[in-house]
């Protein structure tokens, strides 16, 4: 199992228009082969920073919607909203 750690900083008085169409990218991985869970969090103080962290079956789960269609098409919606781009780091359970 795997976690992915993804870091954004959205433009100021974006940060409404990032919330809908991060869920809609969410709502897309909720049908990714090997996709087991996510959460969003906001950085106390900071609105315009999130973190997001998703759960997957394997890093080839993961890899596999990273590169989808359907993550290209959602990431489409979120990055004009950026204003730099993401950081995504892995990690793995520790056995």
């Known amino acids: 199992m795997?976690?992915?750690i993804i870091e954004r900083r959205i433009m100021p008085g974006l940060e409404e228009e990032y919330e809908l169409a991060a869920r809609e990218a969410m709502?897309?991985?909720l049908g990714a082969r090997g996709f087991i869970g996510g959460e969003t969090l906001v950085k106390l103080g900071h609105s315009d920073r999130r973190l997001m962290i998703t759960q997957w079956r394997d890093l080839r789960a993961w890899?596999?919607?990273h590169r989808s269609e359907?993550?290209?098409t959602?990431?489409?919606r979120i990055?004009?909203?950026l204003t730099e781009e993401e950081t995504v780091q892995i990690f793995e359970s520790v056995p």
């Open 63 to 65: 890899k596999e919607w």
């Open 2 to 4: 795997v976690k992915v």
């Open 27 to 29: 709502r897309a991985s």
């Open 74 to 76: 959602a990431m489409e």
């Open 70 to 72: 359907a993550r290209a």
């Open 79 to 81: 990055l004009p909203l």
